[in-house]
Structures are given as C-alpha cells and as structure tokens.
Nanobody
Framework: QVQLVESGGGLVQVGGSLRLSCAASGSSRSFFEMGWYRQAPGNQRELVATISSGGTTNYADSVKGRFTISRDNAKNTVYVQMNSLQAEDTAVYFC????????????WGQGTQVTVSS
C-alpha cells in the first residue's frame, strides 16, 4: 500500500517562504514522477510542479521563478521550496506520486494547508 505523508504547511505572511516535504513509501517500484498540486476553495485542483526520477521538472506558470521542486530518490521524498508567497498561493497542497507498471498508477497524499496572509 503506497502512502504519501506531507509536512511543512502552515501560515505565512505575504513575501514569506515555506518548504513542503512529502515522503512516499510502500511501492516495490520506483516513483516515475512526483510532485505537488494545489486546490483553493471553490477551485479545481491544479498543477504546482512535478519532477521525474531523472530530475526533469515542470512548473505552473504562476509559480515559475518563485517555487523550486526537488527530490531525493534514495528517500523517495519530494520537496517544494516556496518563496515570495502571495495570497493567491493559499490552498491545500497535495503531494502526488506516479508508478508505471504496465500502466500508470497515481497516488495522492491527504493534503497540507498553506495560508498566506496579507
């Protein structure tokens, strides 16, 4: 049973920084891709950033230049460093991991709240 455990959310002022972590476990295969999505109240879940096992990254335009995603393959852990946070970054952030074994298997964490106050 794959489990994703997120940590690092909280309350921060506009312009501040937070670092989210997500540790994945329970897979006998490596995680092809890991990343973060977010969902604000009344909105659909949207991409924040993803990173492949080889280090290829993909960012939403809204976070480019402010957020940096990284991963430690040995620990099956993905991080996102969030700088210059804005009120519109307020959302529940969900960790995501993908395993490919014949087909894609996507797994999600329970989410961690990030609140940016002005």
């Amino acid at each position: 049973q794959v489990q994703l455990v997120e940590s690092g959310g909280g309350l921060v002022q506009v312009g501040g920084s937070l670092r989210l972590s997500c540790a994945a476990s329970g897979s006998s295969r490596s995680f092809f891709e890991m990343g973060w999505y977010r969902q604000a109240p009344g909105n659909q879940r949207e991409l924040v950033a993803t990173i492949s096992s080889g280090g290829t990254t993909n960012y939403a335009d809204s976070v480019k230049g402010r957020f940096t995603i990284s991963r430690d393959n040995a620990k099956n852990t993905v991080y996102v460093q969030m700088n210059s946070l804005q009120a519109e970054d307020t959302a529940v952030y969900f960790c995501y991991a993908r395993v490919i074994f014949g087909r894609r298997y996507d797994y999600w964490g329970q989410g961690t709240q990030v609140t940016v106050s002005s």
